[in-house]
């Protein structure tokens, strides 16, 4: 009988209907005990995890049953992709299960941060009344930049075309475009020129490492709000504090870091008068995203084995 090793949470319904076909081992907790997981995975056909499990040679190189790793969620950067086809490992990613997800949360930290909604509250909290105190601002007609228009950045871009912002897109890799209205493909020094809210949606690879830094910051002339959802590396956050101390952008949210959990070096630098919200990696997860990652994760298992 196929056997599938499952290291972190997937939802209970999914998991239900994978056991009813196949022989599971879950536990939400193992992905904290690679040497655990290398003593046993020896014995399975199938492996499945989130973004937590280091998929990499040491976990693999005994894994000689294993044909398929299944990731509750898109972004393979926890996976060692090449090394995974030298062995013949198929790798299935949950791709656009979260995208919606991930839409509303950008177009929610948009009006957010536009409207200075979190400076409004806290001065209100500390009976300071700001009535004038800051100036709030309509999204309508502003410019959201796309950077990396993929499967989540395409959502982005519809979702928040439906609430006023007009487009501007740039993808390295992206050589045909259906015009669209609001839509404008461009190249990345005219988005950094001309966005109020600049989004990034593209993998975390060495050709995407630190893509937004100083000199990026410098090139912002709309003091852009910016709103990282892809993986923390991609931006400097070194710079990207800098930036916002020096007023060459106006806000910021950050669903991810470079370092997860967030560390408390990063986190000192975060004062409570700073236009920003930041959240635990979860843009992508929220109920019916996870119970679409893990049902799609399962169906997928399932064909495969049959
Ligand atoms: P995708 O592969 O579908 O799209 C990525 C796009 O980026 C592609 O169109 C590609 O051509 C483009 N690209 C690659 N390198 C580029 C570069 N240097 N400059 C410009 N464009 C470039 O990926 P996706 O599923 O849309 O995911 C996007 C990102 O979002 C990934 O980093 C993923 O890990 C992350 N993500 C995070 C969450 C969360 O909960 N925070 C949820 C889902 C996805």
Redesign the pocket.
Same mark, same amino acid.
């Not at 950077?147 to 950045?153: H, K, N, P, Q, R």
């Not at 990696?281 to 997860?285: A, E, K, P």
């Given at each position: 009988m196929v056997k599938i090793l499952i290291t972190e949470f997937i939802n209970k319904y999914s998991l239900y209907k994978l056991k009813k076909v196949f022989k599971v081992h879950y536990d939400e907790e193992l992905w904290k005990y690679p040497n655990k997981i290398i003593k046993i995975i020896n014995d399975f056909d199938c492996l499945i995890v989130r973004n937590k499990t280091i998929v990499n040679k040491n976990l693999l190189h005994g894994a000689n049953k294993i044909r398929l790793v299944g990731r509750l $969620?898109? $972004?393979l950067?926890n996976i060692d992709s090449k090394f995974c086809y030298s062995k013949k490992i198929r790798i299935q990613p949950a791709?656009?299960m979260?995208?919606d997800? /991930?839409a509303e949360y950008v177009g929610t930290c948009s009006l957010s941060l536009i409207k200075n909604i979190f400076l409004f509250h806290e001065g209100t909290l500390k009976d300071n009344w700001p009535r004038t105190s800051f100036s709030s601002n309509e999204l309508k007609g502003k410019n959201l930049g796309v =950077?990396? %228009? $993929?499967? =989540? $950045?395409k959502k982005v871009s519809e979702y928040c075309s439906k609430i006023g912002l007009k487009i501007l897109l %740039?993808?390295? %890799? &992206?050589n045909k475009f259906k015009k669209k209205k609001n839509f404008h493909f461009t190249s &990345?020094p005219f988005l950094l020129k001309n966005s109020d809210i600049i989004s990034l949606? /593209?993998? &975390?690879?060495k @050709?995407?490492k630190n &893509?937004i830094n100083k000199n990026s910051f410098i090139k912002m002339e709309k003091k852009p709000i910016i709103i990282n959802?892809?993986?923390g590396s =991609?931006i400097n956050e070194k710079d990207l504090i800098d930036a916002y101390n020096k007023n060459l952008i106006s806000g910021f949210a950050l669903? /991810?870091f470079e370092n997860e959990p967030i560390q408390s070096k990063f986190l000192k630098k975060i004062k409570k008068n700073m236009n920003c919200i930041l959240t635990p990696? =979860?843009? @992508? /997860?929220t109920y019916q995203s996870n119970l679409r990652v893990s049902n799609f994760i399962v169906d997928k298992v399932i064909n495969f084995f049959n």
């Open positions: $969620g898109v $972004g950067d791709t656009g979260n995208a997800s /991930v =950077i990396g %228009y $993929g499967t =989540i $950045g %740039y993808d390295k %890799y &992206l &990345l949606h /593209v993998p &975390l690879n @050709g995407t &893509l959802t892809s993986r =991609i669903d /991810v990696h =979860i843009s @992508g /997860v």
